[in-house]
């Protein structure tokens, strides 16, 4: 069974950075696509980013496009979200995803495991 764990949240002021990091337990993790979603209170889910197997093909949310870079190590069995130029309006908890196909997509309901989330909050 596939266990997710996110760290790396914290506070930080707007214009800084902060990378997330997401370390995945379980086996063949190089076979999953894996991706970022966030959820701020009162708010719906929604798609940040994701990464194909083996980290050559991402996409992003135009809300984060040029800011954030998904990436992964696959020997490391984790998944990364550095995120620069911080906004109050990424103040969100993150989860990490994994889906068990080696396609990424940005339709949350298509990923299978998921993390508990880790909390960023940017303040202005």
């Known amino acids: 069974q596939v266990q997710l764990v996110e760290s790396g949240g914290g506070l930080v002021q707007a214009g800084g950075s902060l990378r997330l990091s997401c370390a995945h337990s379980g086996r063949s993790f190089s076979t999953y696509a894996m991706g970022w979603f966030r959820q701020a209170p009162g708010k719906e889910r929604e798609f940040v980013a994701a990464?194909?197997?083996?980290?050559?093909?991402?996409y992003y949310a135009a809300s984060v496009k040029g800011r954030f870079t998904i990436s992964r190590d696959n020997a490391k069995k984790t998944v990364y979200l550095q995120m620069s130029s911080l906004k109050p309006e990424d103040t969100s908890h993150y989860y990490c995803a994994a889906r068990s196909s080696s396609i990424p997509t940005d339709i949350d309901r298509t990923y299978t495991a998921w993390g508990q989330g880790t909390q960023v909050t940017v303040s202005s």
């Open positions: 990464i194909n197997w083996d980290g050559s093909t991402t």
